[in-house]
């Protein structure tokens, strides 16, 4: 397959595509009432892959870069057509470009670049102060090898991006006079791990390719689509789902700076949208500012399913609920919602296709994925009541695994990080991180998702260890011990949750606590997603007997208060400045914002 595909690397296909007649002068990318034409973004990549083969020259002379490998080149901002074409600048030129999250910062935004190698790094102004506190312990990157993409941030500090590109050499040397292996990353997608450190997971050419071609054919676009791409582009949703899938089908695709949720609606309605790709709490978010505006669901569906100018049809993502899927298919009178399960390592996947039951994640064909017990033993099917209720939890549920070798077109182990990627292989299997479920419908096997396993926090569509969370937690001045692990969300994903025992003599103080992690968030690198959502004080922790903590049941009594009426806990949601007492009133309105979204049983057993 490397021999016989050595023509399908991502900068050869798009830029055969983006050249031929019936496409260079179509509309390919739309940014704050700016058009690129397909033309316009081929020659503008070609002068990125033009700035990347320049500094490829100069690191093999300092020594920074050996002969035959890819120059490694950071991005670290938003959403602007600069990434856009930093991509396929990389893709044109051999290179492998690195997505740092733009929620990175001191040790971990550090311990990425470092870890990744690189010697060229790309950043907003918005960003290069974060970077800025960092530069003088980076290993591989000084002032000189950074670059500023859309703006400036002082005369004199660091060079803009737009200079360098002027005085790179003409696209003409972007040609590449070897074949590239397709199987080689072109861009790594950061995930983070039990370990704590950031993870890089390795894009290939061969995956970003295959990742669009299956998802244009599955949904059927076609060159009059037009997507919408708010996610942001160092997550691979924003790639797989969104801009390679228009790419292939020769459709056009809105580039949202960043997300937001009650900008949609304009957004939609003025560039004629028909599909989207999402990640399920940014989808709810919408949802909620669509109700808020017109007053109710009815009241939405009226003005919007039967639009004028509403051409919306498909929606493309992961992490919906089959609540938010079904009023997403009502208030815009669409077609369907293409709900997807599957990791940024890609080696399992399914998608809810049309026909499909709702509250699954789609139809599992791959009898070589499993469900294994924590004896790595195959759990058997689910067993559900007259109204779904899942009855053999404890049986059914356990680790989504696929029985793979470690040598496959799939995951590509993660970048520089050995360790971590033989974590991913016990016993002959692949492990997802995940907890799951199969049951049987009409005798086809579908899978049901039921959260992360306990070192894993899944939160907004991203993946982090709950060892990050537990770093900050167990700073904070009043705590002897801490634990961190994912908590029921009322909308997708997962909500973090720590429970803290406290030094003798000392309180936990809501504001004070809120403000000290708030400032973790300012001056100490701490992530806004690690931010707590639920904190519970516990008086001890059950132990076993070689002195672990048993997180199995802290996450099973989660914040049910309910239940287990003796708890202490304390929330915070959307807009709170401390956090408050979860009182019984409270719980209930948690408990039926949960049964609105369909999701009430992971209340009852997490």
Known sequence: MRKGLWFADVGRVFGWLATQRSRRNRPFMLFENRTYTYGEVYRQSARYASLFHAARRDRLRDGRVAQGDQLAIGIYQ?????????LFGAAMSGEILFGINTGFRGDTLANCIDQAHVTLLLADPPRYEKLEAVLPRLKGVGPEDVLIVDGDVGEGKVRRVEEVLEASEPAQETKRRQRLDIFSPLIVIYTSGTTGAPKG?????????????????R?????????YVAMPLFHANAWYLGILPVMVAGGTFVLKRRFSASAFEEDILEHGVTFMNYVGQPLHYILQALERKYGSGDAVEAALAR?????????HGNGASAVDREKVVRYLGMEHVYEAYGSTEAPISTVVMPGNPMGSVGRLNDKKVVILNEEDKPCPPGVVDAQGRLLNYEEAVGEIAKKIERDNIFFDRYFNNPEASDKKFRGGHFRSGDLGHIRIVDGKRYLYFNGRTDDWIRKDGENFSAENVLEYAQKHPNVELAVAYGAPCEVSDEKVMVALKLK???????KASFEWFMRQQKDAGMDPKWMPDYVRIVDDFSLTETQKIVYRSLKSENFNIERHPGMRVYFRQRGDETFLPLTQEAFAAIKEHFTRTGREELLARY
Do not use: Y
């Open 78 to 86: 938003e959403n602007t057509p600069e990434f856009v074409f930093a």
């Open 201 to 217: 997971v390795p894009l290939s050419h061969l995956k970003m390719l295959g990742a669009g071609l299956i998802t244009q054919r």
């Open 219 to 227: 949904i059927e676009l076609t060159r009059k689509d037009r997507g």
């Open 307 to 315: 639009h004028p100018k509403n051409r919306f049809r498909i929606a």
């Open 504 to 510: 003798d003599e000392t309180s936990f103080d809501p």
